[in-house]
């Protein structure tokens, strides 16, 4: 009697209750991961204001041999810097700021997004500001946020379906000399998907029911 309430009680268990196993986020992508000079990175979309203003499209892979390197962050196999256009030497804040939002979407359906977290780091000419679905998780401050890594995490604010980060650059006017681009590499991202359970077979639910008659049966018996 034991072996078989036992056995029901397992059965019982894994009819009600689905299985969580955790994975990485898919669509955090690298800037320019994979790609070659020059090539379009679809991941990526800006927008642009200010003296840049109506300029929109995808992220053009930097060619990391002309300016602004070496002042910019070295291109790696890991991820390059992404520009607005094919012209590496273009100017778009001459005569006032510009400011670009660089997009990047991601889809958690599916996926408990109570569960999810990233991490990783960019930079950016000249500086900005890194909002997950409209909330701030990371700020650079410095007008030379070209030179080194800022950090970026979050744990919390991801939504049950599609997600938006938001990657805004601010590129400081300057009218002789100047560059705008965006770099960002993630380096852990997890959440867990609910599996729902299997449709049992009909045996499975008479055994179910069986083992609960049973428990019913010595609970009577110890209460007499």
């Known amino acids: 009697m034991t072996l078989f309430v036992r ?3 397992a059965v019982a268990a894994t009819l009600f209750s689905g299985l969580a196993a955790a994975t990485a986020i898919g669509g955090l992508v690298n800037t320019g991961a994979g790609l070659a000079a020059g ?6 979309s800006f927008s642009a204001i200010g003296n840049a203003a109506g300029l929109t499209g995808n992220g053009i892979v930097s060619n990391g041999s002309l300016d602004p390197f ?8 890991s991820s390059s810097w992404l520009i607005p256009g094919a012209n590496q030497n273009t100017n778009y804040s001459p005569t006032s700021n510009s400011t670009f939002t660089w997009s990047l979407s ?12 990233f ?23 410095s007008e030379r946020g ?3 890594w800022t ?14 980060l938001q990657f805004v650059v601010t590129d400081t006017v300057d009218r002789t000399y ?14 867990n998907a609910t599996i729902a359970p299997s449709v049992p077979e009909p045996h499975s639910y008479a055994l179910m029911l069986a083992g609960l008659g049973a428990l019913g049966f010595v609970a009577r018996r110890r209460r007499s």
Not at 106 to 117: E, K, Q, R
Not at 125 to 141: E, H, R, W
Not at 178 to 191: D, I, K, Q, W
């Open 151 to 164: 950090s970026f995490a979050a744990s919390s604010g991801f939504l049950a379906g599609v997600n938006t």
């Open 70 to 77: 070496p002042s910019w962050l070295a291109n790696t196999a």
């Open 146 to 148: 070209y030179a080194g």
């Open 178 to 191: 100047n560059f705008t681009g965006l770099r960002a590499e993630f380096l852990s991202s997890n959440v």
């Open 106 to 117: 991601f889809d958690l359906t599916g996926f408990d997004a109570s569960s999810a977290s």
């Open 119 to 141: 991490s990783g780091q960019w930079a950016a000419d000249n500086k900005g500001v890194l909002l997950l679905n409209g909330n701030v998780i990371s700020t650079i401050s």
């Open 39 to 44: 090539s379009t990175d679809s991941h990526y």
């Open 7 to 9: 056995t029901s009680i």
